[in-house]
């Protein structure tokens, strides 16, 4: 037990409570953000285990079920797991008393199995305690409404009263495991967002941004067109809430605020953590899954030393591990490196019991290698084992209910050995892409705001997009996926696009003249684009630019355009121009393109629509751009890409593989090439090797050039070159 000198603040009066916690809080919106200067010593070998909770093993289990858990653990050879992050309430279960004693044993088991941890700080799910004492520090929602506890993620991250005790917290733990060599690396809260908080503190805060980006209300008022409706503000004491917003400006401009809460949470807590914990250990976020629109991972990313990302997946039939690559190679674009993650499909999801769908055999292995071929340097799992009461009952991890080995087990255990052999030739991947895509948070919201198309939402589906736009970025990531070409993600900010020969372009919405100049630039100096429509319509304030679209796009595009149109019904493209056969048909939009110097590629089949193209191609300097106007069926875009990649001078062997065998290339730490194989699919697979004479490491096989390489179903083949 531990009683912080802080812990007298509980006593104070509520006047005098608010009046140094800002002092304790250390500083709140907006501090500079903090950047990451990684000092963590380099990681021998990969990482791979799961999230443990002891904690919430039924208590006449408790005496013992550590001991039995870490034999499990040391026996299947797991070398990882992750803590601590999940309960405030344990660490301090009354306001100013600190308990240790029930983690230091877990802690202290771990090390002596030569276990690594790493903590969390465990500030995502408040106490009761501190909900009861201060109401306020609950999230207030949009519209209003009561405030009230029960889930976790339901604080205003920016109340300075939780932020008081959040730094004490953080503070004390930090310090307690600071000098035990088995925590080798901090997470920062989990999984955080804006928690669509709409709070008072929330809201002035958003007016001081907004007064030091505008500095008057007039400049405001211009930029977002506010007399329209006659909604000018005058002066910063009458601006409105965002509660009822209709202003797609005011929309957009939240959301970016959103964003940047999150990231000074965040930096603030890596301030904390570095200032108390030991150089070499680690700081992280796990990001609950990338591409959210209120998180800017990339900016974000600045404040860590490296990315830790969470992804789940469809099993079984609906695994082909696309969603995996995709959320993989944004992860490792955030900072340009390895990345972790620190939560994946164990056995089922699910926050009710209709999503049980356990992986087949091999499964768990394959997405383990997956993970590692896109540069990963842990694999977790969530969780250890499975939970036998609360909302995640039947989100199982390795262990059942029954908490005895099983099928899961013995697929870990297996791949746990085979990466404490061939692990240190893995770890710290590096990977050089010639092909990216161009990812725009604020287009995301842009066409949020603004949809073309009927939105369905039918909740959370793993590996499912949940955006117009977010499904475009699936569409065009999974055809680069489908034809074995590794990818990069870039962002806004980007000032040089040199290093790749093929920039794609998923409906940039949002924009403002320098980026879309930055584009035109690179296809003049011989760079090769794929743009969508709904590119370069409005600007940084989400106005429609007041120039004939595609506004500084048209010279490279090679087209204008005045009218565009939905498509109440898919239309087809004249003469089947793909070869796609049924799936010869665009949907959703459609511009109607004039065409100044650029090449139709194809045209609608349709009297009326037919006057117009719906892909065009354009020579610009010495690069090409090509313009999809409409919204492509799968395989139409699979062969719009693969034509791309053509012209690019970018397919080769790879793009001969059978169906469903992906492969992905890095070189190791060694300075040789990795070359892995995997088969997504229950059928057996065989290919000529392409490559330079090598090893098996899987294996300890020595292949040869053109020798035939066989996959088991669900089965992989990692080949390191000799030389």
């Known amino acids: 037990m531990c009683r912080s000198p802080l812990s007298a603040f509980k006593i104070l009066s509520p006047d005098r409570l608010l009046a140094l916690l800002p002092v304790l809080a250390g500083g709140l919106l907006f501090s500079s953000v903090a950047r990451a200067q990684n000092t963590s010593a ?17 208590a006449d289990l408790q005496p ?38 029930w983690m230091d044993r877990i802690v202290d088991a771990m090390g002596k199995a030569g276990i690594k941890v790493i903590m969390g700080t465990p500030t995502y799910s408040v106490p009761t305690w501190m909900a009861y004492a201060h109401p306020d520090v609950l999230i207030r929602p949009q519209g209003g409404g009561e405030m009230s506890y029960g889930m976790r993620q339901n604080m205003d991250t920016d109340s300075v009263i939780y932020r008081g005790y959040a730094k004490r917290l953080i503070t004390n733990l930090v310090t307690h495991y600071r000098d035990n060599p088995t925590v080798i690396g901090w997470q920062l809260d989990n999984e955080t967002s804006s928690y669509g908080a709409f709070n008072s503190d ?49 929309k957009l401009e939240w959301s970016r605020w959103d964003q940047m809460r999150v990231i000074d949470f965040l930096a603030w807590q890596a301030d904390l953590v570095r ?18 629109l209120d998180i800017n991972e990339p900016e974000q990313a600045k404040v860590l030393d490296i990315v830790a990302n969470n992804i789940y997946h469809g099993t079984q039939d609906h695994m082909d591990g696309a969603w995996q690559a995709e959320q993989s190679d944004f992860a490792r674009s955030l900072k340009h490196g390895n990345f972790l993650i620190t939560e994946t499909n164990a056995q089922t999801l699910g926050w009710d019991s209709a999503g049980q769908f356990p992986p087949y055999d091999g499964q768990m292995r394959l997405d383990v290698y997956g993970y590692l071929a896109s540069g990963a340097n842990m694999v977790e799992y969530w969780h ?88 475009l970025i699936v569409q065009l990531h999974r055809a680069l996926y489908n034809a074995n070409v590794g990818t990069d993600f870039v962002f806004p900010d980007a000032t040089d696009f040199s290093q790749y020969k093929l920039l ?76 796609v056969a049924a799936e010869n048909k665009v949907s959703e939009w459609a511009e109607f393109l004039q065409l100044d110097h650029a090449q139709a590629l194809a045209t609608y089949d349709h009297s009326f629509f037919g006057h117009w193209p719906a892909i065009t191609r354009n020579q610009f300097g010495t690069g090409e751009l090509v313009y999809e106007g409409t919204e492509l069926s799968d395989a139409l875009q699979l062969k719009v890409v693969l034509d791309c990649l053509k012209s690019a001078g970018l397919t080769g062997a790879d793009q001969q593989l059978p169906a469903l065998v992906r492969v992905k290339h890095g070189t190791n730490r060694d300075g040789k090439q990795l070359h892995y194989y995997l088969n997504y699919s229950s059928e057996a697979k065989s290919f000529p090797y392409p490559y330079a004479a090598g090893t098996d490491l899987l294996t300890g096989s020595a292949i040869a050039p053109k020798q035939t390489i066989a996959l088991k179903p669900w089965d992989l083949a990692i080949i390191e070159e000799s030389k």
């Open 42 to 58: 380099p990681q021998p070998t990969i990482l791979y285990g799961a999230a443990y909770y002891n904690e919430y093993m039924p």
């Open 64 to 101: 013992g079920r550590l001991e039995k858990d870490v034999a499990l653990m040391k026996d299947a050879g797991i070398n990882v797991v992750r803590m601590g992050e999940s309960t405030w309430s344990l660490w301090e279960p009354e306001d100013g008393h600190f308990e240790y004693a």
């Open 202 to 250: 929330v809201f002035q805060g958003f007016v001081s941004h907004l007064k030091k980006k505008f500095s008057t209300t007039d400049a405001m008022n211009k930029a977002w067109f506010l007399n329209y409706w006659g909604q000018d503000v005058n002066g910063w004491e009458n601006m409105p809430t965002p509660d009822r917003a209709s202003s797609t400006s005011y």
């Open 275 to 292: 200032q108390s914990r030991r150089p070499d250990q680690f700081v992280t976020h796990d990001y609950g899954g990338m591409m959210k």
């Open 384 to 471: 250890w084992h499975s939970i036998h009461a609360g909302q995640e009952t039947y989100w199982k991890g390795v262990l059942s209910h029954d908490l005895e080995p099983n099928r899961s087990y013995a697929e870990v255990s297996k791949t746990a050995h085979e990466l404490q052999k061939i692990g240190p030739k893995l770890v710290d991947l590096k990977i050089a892409n010639k092909v990216a895509i161009l990812y725009s948070v604020d287009s995301a919201n842009g066409i949020r705001f603004m949809p073309y198309e009927r939105g369905g939402g039918g909740g959370w589906i793993p590996g499912k997009p949940g955006d117009s736009y977010s499904a």
């Open 504 to 579: 794609i372009v998923p409906a940039l919405y949002i924009a403002d003249d320098d980026l879309l100049k930055r584009i035109a630039a690179y296809v003049k100096g011989g760079g090769h684009v794929l743009m969508t429509f709904k590119s370069g319509f409005a600007n940084e304030n989400s106005a429609i630019r007041w120039e004939r679209a595609p506004g500084p796009l048209r010279e490279a595009a090679g087209f204008s355009y005045q009218e565009f149109s939905n498509l109440e019904h898919p239309l087809a493209l004249k003469g089947d121009p793909y070869h």
